[in-house]
């Protein structure tokens, strides 16, 4: 009688292992630069890759385009949120695998267009805004409608993080760029908070997440 309670508890704790509860948020939306890119510059011509080694040296898949050795901080919010697997780069996710999110974030990008050209491609803050715009209209044709598309999107996350290629590759660079001419520190930390703002009001603020 021991041993068949034994059993009883090892197949239900492997069926447990095995039953997976559904992910905290339907959806994850990520927007930044090489800290979570994670592999949307390996379709574009730039130098700011990270598809080749030793980057990913620690990763399943070895490297992907993440700027890491290993996962990226999004990689484990996304663990830690249920999600099955790692949010997809938009470059490569269509469709209705749009439904559990993506990440639009590029290397060597800025809130400012012109922050990092000296690398050659790259998808500035108000490029993956457009195209978060163009994940929408694609959630709005798989759902059906607008408003269901609205209700679904304002259950998501999203992160977003910019502005150290702003110095770093654009105020911190005179050789490239005039920013550091035209502006004091104090007056450029205003001028992207500014843009910035913006920017999100524009395309994110609003809770149903819509264009406009």
Do not use: H
Not at 73 to 91: C, K
Not at 104 to 111: H, R
Not at 199 to 205: F, G, K, T, V, Y
């Amino acid at each position: 009688m021991v041993e068949v309670w034994w059993l009883l508890l090892l197949v239900s704790s492997l069926l447990m292992g095995l039953v997976r509860p559904d992910p905290q948020v339907p959806c994850y939306f990520i927007f930044g630069d090489s800290l979570v890119d994670n592999g949307n510059n390996n379709y574009i011509a730039s130098l700011a890759r990270a598809n080749y080694l030793p980057y990913g040296i620690d990763f399943s898949g070895g490297p992907s385009g993440r700027f890491s050795n290993g996962l990226t901080t999004v990689d484990v919010i996304a663990q830690q949120l249920g999600f099955d697997d790692f949010i997809p780069p938009y470059a490569a996710t269509r469709g209705e695998a749009l439904l559990a999110g993506a990440n639009f974030a590029s290397a060597a990008a800025g809130i400012r267009e012109e922050t990092g050209q000296q690398l050659g491609g790259r998808i500035s803050f108000g490029g993956q805004l457009q195209n978060y715009q163009a994940a929408v209209q694609e959630v709005v044709n798989v759902l059906g409608d607008e408003v269901s598309a609205a209700n679904y999107l304002s259950k998501c996350i999203f992160s977003v993080g910019m502005g150290s290629n702003d110095y770093l590759n654009n105020y911190f660079m005179p050789v490239f760029y005039s920013s550091s001419r035209q502006y004091t520190p104090e007056q450029y930390a205003d001028v992207l908070i500014g843009q910035y703002s913006q920017q999100i009001r524009n395309s994110l603020a609003d809770i149903a997440i819509l264009p406009l």
